[in-house]
């Protein structure tokens, strides 16, 4: 499946949600439902498989940062003064389309994009979480807190 180009609604499985804010990257533009990594620097872009980008997990709260400038977090514990940031789910079981390999439970589950995964390695095997169930033939559930 191509990469995003709106938000979505993903389908997961019932769970406490884990909500990481994370700031945007200048020029990220970030959709709901979206595999989410973080950068070298910490801030949210959208999962690839990309050299030196940590999964983080699904967006909740998508953001259009295309023609702004790198957002932060704030210096209150509420936020209050954060900038251009987004809401991830670090938790949870997620469906997400996947374009190659066979996947099996408990194997780990590689970033194509922020809306497909591989069972097969890529080449930079960025690991998106743990493959847990089957939906169907192209489709599967990964936990993103498992890595």
């Known amino acids: 499946m ?24 200048a020029g990220a533009v970030l959709f709901v439902g979206a595999l989410i990594a973080t950068n070298a620097a910490g801030q949210a872009v959208p999962a690839t498989d990309t050299a030196g980008l940590k999964v983080q997990g699904v967006c909740r709260e998508g953001l259009n ?3 702004a400038a790198v957002g932060t977090l704030g210096t209150t514990a509420d936020y209050m003064d954060a900038v ?8 949870g079981e ?16 590689f970033v194509v994009n922020d809306n497909t995964v591989s069972a097969a390695p890529t080449a930079n095997s960025i690991v998106a979480g743990k493959f ?15 890595r």
Do not use: C, K, M
């Open 84 to 91: 251009r940031f987004v809401r991830v789910d670090a938790q």
């Open 65 to 67: 940062n295309a023609n």
């Open 94 to 109: 997620w469906l997400f389309d996947v374009s190659a390999g066979v996947p099996a439970p408990g194997a780990p589950a």
């Open 2 to 25: 191509p990469p995003l180009t709106q938000d979505t609604q993903r389908t997961w499985a019932q769970h406490q949600p884990q909500i990481l804010p994370l700031p945007a990257a």
């Open 132 to 146: 847990t169930r089957p939906y169907s033939t192209s489709a599967w559930f990964i936990d993103v807190e498992r």
